[in-house]
């Protein structure tokens, strides 16, 4: 392949990577933008599909604690009006254990949004268990489903 006429003439039929010779301007210049577009392609994010949220505890008073009820801090929202529209959003708390089970270390305790708590962006939040006080300060996700528009 490499020992032919045609091979030591055209820059096309080089040695792997050599640059070519004899080239174009216009030809590398379509090579470069070819392998700019490869490139874009590849190092591409993933897409977030939630919120993150932040879990700051349960609901409580001076004295009492309300356990079913867990506080959520949501990023980005401030007032009551943009906690509504989270109401009815899936929640999920992700967390590492020690034993693995099916597969996997990781594991998940799914919760809904209910209603906002207070004015300063802060929602109330049901899960099927409760959460413990160990995720106190932990992220979670607020999941952008079920969708009401």
């Not at 001076?62 to 906690?83: F, M, P, Q």
């Not at 209910?114 to 413990?132: D, E, Q, T, W």
């Amino acid at each position: 392949f490499g020992s032919s006429p045609r091979a030591q003439s055209s820059p096309h039929y080089a040695k792997a990577g050599a640059q070519p010779v004899a080239a174009m301007a216009g030809e590398k210049k379509q090579i470069a933008g070819a392998s700019k577009r490869k490139v874009a392609k590849a190092t591409k994010q993933p897409v977030r599909l939630y919120a993150k949220g932040l879990i700051l505890g349960h609901k409580r008073s001076k004295s009492n604690t309300y356990h079913s009820i867990t506080l959520l801090k949501i990023d980005g929202v401030r007032t009551k009006e943009d906690a509504a529209w989270y109401a009815g959003k899936r929640v999920a708390y992700v967390y590492k254990a020690k034993k693995e089970v099916k597969n996997s270390k990781f594991r998940v305790m799914w919760g809904k949004v209910r209603r906002a708590h207070g004015n300063s962006g802060v929602v109330r939040a049901k899960f099927l268990k409760n959460i413990p006080p160990k995720a106190f300060g932990a992220p979670c996700r607020i999941m952008m489903y079920p969708s009401s528009i």
